[in-house]
């Protein structure tokens, strides 16, 4: 009786050995090739707004890119606004203050008039109401 | 009836009569008083009308979407916006 509670016990630890791996997978996931390769080249960068925008007039390759990726982020700008009980528009506001933050440089970023910089050492330029 | 400022006629008589007598001056003053009242009438009128103007067009303000987030907004969203950049980095 005891060996049967043991063994399931055994199993359940597998199960969630199994499950964290697979939870984690995502986790650390990087970026697409070829996404991180049409940033590097400049032809696409960070809005304000919390997404990607075309610098340059884009290829059907890097429009299909950058799409896909903006659909992912609205849903999960969506998901967390809806968690931190925030609209859609100022939890993708607030990420688009830190991914402007966070690109390198050689990338390219939007500026609050409109205007697409290109991130060197220095702080970017960014919305006053950025943190 | 005699004093009516608007009957034309009556007016009429009324200004030849107040030529003759020492009412002139005193007709002169009726009808300058009913003109100020209408004036007034219609001043108070397009006053009204003008507050009313004044508070229709609030509405517009959603013009700029960005009004609606405020900077205590972002910062109380900061945390959770750097934690989703690290969970999900395959999409920013």
């Known amino acids: ?131 | 009836m005699m004093n009516n400022p608007f009957s034309r006629g009556k007016a009429m008589m009324m200004y030849q009569t107040s030529q003759l007598t020492d009412r002139r001056y005193d007709a002169i003053r009726r009808r300058m008083r009913s003109l100020a009242t209408a004036g007034l009438i219609f001043g108070a009128l397009t006053g009204l009308s003008a507050c009313v103007q004044v508070s229709a067009p609030d509405k517009p303000i959603v013009i700029n979407l960005n009004i609606n987030i405020k900077q205590e907004v972002v910062y109380r969203l900061d945390g959770d916006a750097k934690d989703l950049i690290n969970k999900e980095a395959d999409i920013f």
């Open chain 1, 1 to 131: 009786m005891f060996e049967h509670v043991k063994k399931n016990k055994a199993l359940a630890l597998i199960g969630g050995v199994i499950l964290t791996a697979a939870v984690a997978v995502p986790v650390m996931a990087q970026r697409d090739p070829a996404y991180e390769a049409a940033r590097a080249s400049g032809k696409i960068g960070e809005k304000p707004d919390g997404y990607l925008g075309y610098v340059t007039s884009p290829s059907p390759a890097i429009k299909a890119v950058v799409e896909d990726i903006n659909i992912k982020r609205k849903a999960a700008y969506t998901r967390k606004a809806q968690e931190t009980n925030s609209t859609v528009e100022q939890f993708a506001f607030t990420s688009g203050c830190n991914l402007i933050m966070r690109t390198v440089p050689g990338e390219k970023y939007q500026t609050p008039s409109g205007t697409w910089n290109t991130r060197d050492s220095s702080a970017p330029v960014r919305d006053s109401r950025c943190p």
